[in-house]
């Protein structure tokens, strides 16, 4: 294989090599035209391969767990910045990790300008079969339609591309809409390897999106690579092994009347009084708990983001005025269960959580945040944490908050549960999320909920009620064991 380096005349940079012969060095207006970007107004591209469930790792500092995908689709509409991309996948299994038994997901997720839903795949009857908006998700998908050979070479064309000259290639840059970074790389054969972006994320701040492409082929007039790895976080997100490509097929994708005409609702907390001084907080997919002591507030969770947070906070104040919120106690490293926690490092909080999940977020929340500033890294403040191994109590003189670990769970290793002995209450997330009073429990039994029972059983809990941070209602230790089938 020849050795290529740079030199540079003037304005004109070769390409030479070992034995003498000067090439032409890449260049994005023959990248263009090598790709058919200046042409391409859509694109399908399909395959197969492992997608990787961002932000749910098992563990803090591993990777996100893996899922193999056997029909992967994207259409991608360059013209009105809008994408559709489905995908069936199910979980690997993880020896020694225990999981529930692998069942086939199919996903159908849309893109469109400044608009993001879901549209269910097959629904079961009676379930709401609507499209859901999904606004979270606007960054990411518009992110992967210029994160495409020919969607980032038309980006670079329509934001005045910066081009500087690397090591074997040239590095292509630029700018959309003020906001958002773009990175790529051409290599001698004017092919586009690697495209770097960057979104905003409430857990890693701004986090660097990479995807690298790999042996370039014509697929049916279309110049392609054949293998396509995306990372986020420093952990691959996917790994696509293209089979098909066509461009200028008709990709007519519009926002669905349902979300167009939505309205915009604030996010709310419902406060459910369950025992003196103890409030479940509902009023989304994620719940929190608010525990009233002598002179202040201890939250139990704080899921999703900063927005859901500053709700939750002040529902807290509203419920209890005048004491400040002194511990918010995090259950596990998941990214919808940690999100919103530097919302409360900011009002000054101390955030308890496993002494494995202490060293990560100090880490990951070292990471600049120029993308969406949140109230922390306005603030400057350091967080406070306080860790626990084994059983942890906070106390204010008469109610005592129990954490105990959940051992063993096959969820999270960094994993906790919240047991108030006074009140014979637990708390608990992700490891059983009960089903509507007259839904039965799904069958096998989810080994998390079988192996939460068995962590109650040996701490000799007398649990009365459990409050699941996720779930439609407040239920008893008879309902965990019924969905384990354990009378």
């Known amino acids: 294989m020849k050795s290529f380096r740079f030199k540079t005349v003037g304005l004109v940079v070769a390409l030479t090599c070992s034995a003498g012969a000067t090439l032409a060095a890449p260049s994005l207006q023959d990248a263009v035209r090598a790709l058919g970007a200046d042409q391409a107004r859509t694109l399908e591209?399909?395959?197969?391969?492992?997608?990787?469930?961002?932000?749910q790792a098992p563990a803090p500092d591993t990777p996100w767990p893996p899922f193999e995908v056997k029909r992967y689709v994207a259409d991608l509409n360059y013209e009105t910045g809008a994408a559709r991309v489905q995908i069936s996948r199910i979980q690997v299994k993880e020896p020694p990790r225990e999981r529930p038994v692998p069942v086939e997901q199919r996903v159908d997720q849309y893109v469109r300008g400044t608009t993001a839903w879901s549209q269910p795949v097959n629904p079961p009857a009676g379930s709401n079969a609507s499209p859901a908006s999904q606004p979270a998700a606007v960054e990411e998908r518009q992110a992967e339609i210029l994160a495409t050979p020919q969607g980032f070479l038309r980006a670079a064309l329509a934001n005045h591309a910066k081009l500087t000259p690397v090591k074997k290639g040239l590095e292509v840059s630029f700018t959309v809409n003020g906001k958002h970074r773009y990175v790529g790389r051409l290599d001698a054969?004017?092919?586009?390897?690697s495209v770097k972006t960057w979104i905003s994320n409430p857990v890693l701040g701004d986090t660097l999106v990479e995807t690298r492409f790999f042996g370039y082929k014509n697929f049916g007039g279309?110049?392609?690579?054949?293998?396509i790895e995306r990372y986020a976080g420093g952990y691959p997100i996917l790994d696509l092994q293209v089979a098909e490509v066509k461009a200028n097929v008709p990709v007519d994708i519009a926002v669905p009347e349902a979300v167009a005409k939505a309205p915009v609702l604030p996010v709310t907390v419902k406060a459910d009084r369950v025992a003196e001084g103890v409030y479940?907080?509902?009023?989304?997919t994620h719940h929190s708990v608010a525990i009233g002591q002598r002179d202040h507030v201890v939250v139990v969770e704080a899921p999703l983001n900063e927005e859901r947070?500053?709700?939750?906070?002040?529902k807290t104040r509203e419920?209890?005025?005048g004491k400040p919120i002194r511990y918010l106690i995090n259950t596990h490293a998941h990214f919808d269960h940690s999100g919103g926690l530097?919302?409360?490092?900011?009002?000054?909080?101390?955030?308890?959580t496993h002494e494995g999940n202490k060293g990560y977020y100090q880490k990951v929340w070292s990471a600049p945040r120029k993308l969406e500033p949140d109230a922390l890294a306005r603030s400057g403040k350091p967080a406070?944490?306080?860790?626990?191994?084994?059983?942890?109590?906070?106390?204010?003189?008469?109610?005592?908050?129990?954490v105990h670990p959940i051992s063993d769970s096959g969820h999270n290793d960094a994993f906790a549960q919240i047991w108030l002995p006074q009140e014979k209450i637990l708390i608990e997330a992700d490891a059983y999320t009960p089903t509507a009073a007259n839904v039965p429990p799904p069958a096998p039994a989810n080994p998390y909920s079988v192996n939460l029972l068995g962590n109650i059983q040996a701490l000799g809990l007398d649990v009365k009620q459990i409050l699941a941070l996720h779930g439609p209602r407040v239920v008893t230790l008879d309902d965990l064991r019924d969905a384990v089938r354990q009378k």
Do not use: C
């Open 45 to 55: 591209f399909s395959g197969s391969g492992r997608w990787f469930q961002f932000g």
């Open 189 to 193: 054969n004017n092919d586009l390897t």
């Open 222 to 227: 279309v110049r392609f690579p054949g293998l």
């Open 280 to 284: 479940y907080l509902t009023g989304g």
């Open 309 to 314: 947070s500053r709700a939750v906070i002040a």
């Open 319 to 321: 419920l209890f005025p």
């Open 342 to 352: 530097r919302a409360f490092a900011a009002e000054g909080a101390i955030i308890v």
């Open 384 to 402: 406070k944490f306080e860790t626990f191994g084994g059983r942890h109590v906070i106390s204010d003189g008469n109610r005592s908050i129990e």
